[in-house]
């Protein structure tokens, strides 16, 4: 830096100076921190990345308390700052729409009472809430000009059940592995970042010190009695008043004040005053020049706790989708698991009323006892089947609950089953036929994880900077004015004859001024004490800030590199969920078709056998060919449902789709039930092909 911009840079600082001066106290600004050439520079290789989506609810939860603000007015009530703040305990108990459910014993459920009830009861989203109100107390920590504490942002999935699979995952403190914004987060706090470093912004809030003594002293001159002005102990009796008060800006500004006062009373006889009053002032303003310098660096943490915010809004979007995505695969899981079971039940009474009319076969002699046996081995086989498909629905149906109610112990709804009332519908979706990449341009624009890491990225621009200014030697600018004044009463026991007064000192000799005289005396530019300097501090090495700011370069890299990344993996994970809706619709046609054709093959068997012309090992190969198309076909829209949630949660669609309002999933009080489109009613059970009664033919 040359001489003259130097003195450009002093002459900014002065003006600061003294408008912070005038400043006494306030809120303080903020500021928004530009990108360092670097960064820009490493921003245009990047792919087109469309602008950040404005999370609901920045700022806009309908909360009793906002923790980006102070909790009191200094006017209102003084003594609020210093009380605690009760963050309220989660609700134990289960909302009431899931009591409206339970009829006749049953829990009769609609996917969209399942999303309903997941957004009020689900703990993964309760817990992802509160970090929003986390995220607003390391705003109003950073309006202070402290330190960020982070927040965690990664996915909670602490609910069982569901097969999504996503890019990032959670499950550590705070429900998260994935966490913003903290100096020195790292993952599972195993390595430490340069995110909040640099040179501290400096405190915003003002403070007031007092310290208010008394001390008294007792010397026994033994042998210095003259010089003490005593024959006897020596008496002195110190009370001291001091008050300061101290703030800073976000301009690299300090400004001190500090008002010290002292009366002193003493048995001496060289004591002029007794007591003695003592009074000063001294106003003291440093600004930074270099490191430390400017609005820019010293609120910077603002910036930043801007974007966390913005960050931890776009995280709770995300664990909406995620949940949401969950939620609708358990219930598709339910879904299969109840036809399944209503198939089974099918199959074994098909298989049971076969055995029963070959027992009458058996009886007039016309089957063989082996075809008797092979047909008790098939419904052995179907109860079995039967029993475990209904294991498994009871085990769908646990889970179910798990994900839409936060407290199980409720006898009802403990041992009520859960009877879903939706079945996914074949309408073809909008996606379905759009062009790929107007598919990957929607993802891209909607995805909550690339917009976290275009937040990020802004971040670690905010951290370049500051660790740039942390390169620079330390260099003040410093100014102070203050005033002294002596005053209190005249010594009746002053030694005239002595050193430190004149022989003739009668009383009267030192006009008495009290308290008020030296106060008007210490303010009236009588004593002035006044002077300015520079300060400067120069590391000779600096390996510690040069590590530092190189580190935070690669950091940077390292982000842009994850940002690339994450376009690719969105790109690939939306072409393959279309392909995955293409191959599931025409895996339904494919199972629909074969389910029919095994049935009217069934039913076909069944007329070949009555004339003779088929086996009892034909029409229970049948039986088991329909059983499993039966399988298969429920499988196949199990599996075009989640995947058709799935590419809506990766597109970000599902809460516009659903007619969810996000503030009011971030308060956990729903008033507009979603609703979930192109769903049907469960059609009727198809009823298998009736089995003729054998009936043996007359006797001739």
């Not at 403190?173 to 430490?192: E, K, Q, Y």
């Not at 910077?300 to 995280?315: G, H, L, M």
């Not at 005033?483 to 000192?505: F, T």
């Not at 501090?537 to 370069?553: E, F, L, Y």
Request: with cysteine.
């Amino acid at each position: 830096m040359g001489l003259g911009q130097l003195q450009v840079r002093v002459a900014v600082c002065l003006v600061l100076l003294g408008a912070n001066l005038l400043q006494v106290s306030g809120q303080a600004p903020v500021f928004q921190a530009a990108p360092t050439p670097a960064a820009t520079d490493v921003s245009s290789n990047l792919p087109q990345a469309p602008a950040p989506k404005p999370t609901e609810p920045l700022f806009l939860r309908d909360t009793d308390h906002d923790y980006t603000q102070p909790k009191s007015h200094i006017f209102k009530n003084p003594l609020a700052p210093y009380t605690a703040t009760d963050y309220p305990a989660p609700r134990p108990g289960n909302t009431p729409g899931l009591a409206a459910l339970l009829k006749d014993g049953k829990i009769y459920l609609s996917l969209s009472d399942a999303v309903a009830l997941g957004l009020e009861n689900n703990y993964d989203i309760a817990i992802a809430r509160i970090n929003l109100d986390i995220a607003d107390t390391d705003l109003l920590r950073a309006r202070a000009g402290s330190t960020l504490r982070g927040v965690s942002t990664g996915l909670v999935e602490n609910t069982i059940g569901g097969s999504t699979a996503t890019i990032t995952g959670g499950g550590g403190p705070g429900g998260t592995t994935s966490a913003v914004g903290g100096g020195g987060t790292g993952a599972s706090g195993l390595v430490l970042s340069t995110n909040g470093g640099g040179p501290l912004p400096e405190p915003l809030d003002p403070a007031l010190t007092g310290n208010i003594e008394y001390e008294g002293q007792t010397t026994n001159p033994a042998t210095s009695s003259t010089i003490a002005g005593t024959k006897g102990p020596l008496h002195n009796g110190t009370a001291t008043y001091d008050f300061g008060y101290g703030e800073s800006f976000v301009t690299g500004t300090q400004l001190a004040v500090t008002f010290n006062n002292t009366r002193i009373t003493s048995n001496s006889t060289n004591q002029i005053f007794s007591p003695q009053l003592q009074s000063n002032f001294l106003v003291t303003a440093t600004q930074h020049l270099l490191q430390g310098f400017g609005p820019s660096l010293n609120g910077r943490f603002i910036v930043q706790a801007k974007n966390d915010r913005r960050i931890t809004d776009s995280a709770f979007r995300q664990q909406l989708l995620y949940t949401i995505n969950q939620i609708e695969d358990i219930y598709w899981g339910l879904v299969s698991a109840y036809e399944d079971e209503q198939a089974k039940e099918r199959a074994l009474a098909q298989t049971t009323r076969l055995g029963q009319d070959y027992q009458s076969q058996l009886q007039f002699g016309t089957l063989a006892p082996l075809d008797v046996v092979n047909a008790e081995s098939a419904v052995t086989a179907d109860r079995q089947a039967l029993i475990a498909s209904q294991s498994n629905l009871e085990y769908q149906q646990l889970i179910m609950k798990q994900a839409i109610a936060r407290n199980l112990n409720d006898p009802q709804l403990a041992v009520a089953p859960v009877v879903p009332t939706d079945r996914v519908g074949l309408e073809r979706l909008p996606e379905e036929d759009m062009p790929v990449e107007d598919l990957v341009r929607m993802a891209d624009a909607e995805n909550p994880q690339i917009e976290q890491a275009i937040l990020n990225m802004k971040n670690n621009e905010i951290t370049i900077k500051a660790e740039r200014n942390g390169l620079l030697p330390v260099l003040d600018l410093y100014g102070f004015y203050g005033g002294s004044a002596l005053g209190g009463i005249q010594n009746n026991l002053l030694n005239c004859g002595s050193a430190l007064a004149p022989v003739s000192c009668a009383s009267g000799t030192y006009p008495t001024v009290g308290y008020g005289g030296s106060l008007e005396n210490e303010f009236n530019n009588s004593a002035p004490v006044w002077g300015g300097g520079v300060t400067l501090t120069v590391p000779i090495r600096n390996r510690t800030a040069q590590a530092d700011q190189a580190r935070s370069q690669m950091e940077y890299r390292q982000s842009q590199m994850r940002l690339e990344q994450l376009y690719t993996q969105v790109r690939i994970q939306v072409i393959n969920g279309q392909y995955a809706l293409t191959n599931d619709r025409a895996q339904v046609a494919a199972a629909q078709a074969a389910y029919d054709y095994a049935a009217q093959s069934l039913e076909a068997e069944q007329s070949r056998m009555k004339f003779g012309a088929s086996t009892t090992l034909s029409i229970l190969q049948q039986g088991r060919n329909l059983a499993a198309a039966d399988d298969n076909l429920i499988s196949a829209k199990a599996a075009y449902a989640r995947d058709r949630s799935a590419l809506e949660e990766l597109l970000s669609v599902t809460l516009d789709r659903y007619g969810i309002r996000i503030q009011e999933a971030a308060t956990g009080s729903i008033t507009h039930t979603p609703v979930v489109p192109d769903l049907t009613a469960p059609a009727p059970p198809p009823e298998p092909p009736p089995l003729r009664p054998y009936t043996p033919a007359p006797q001739r």
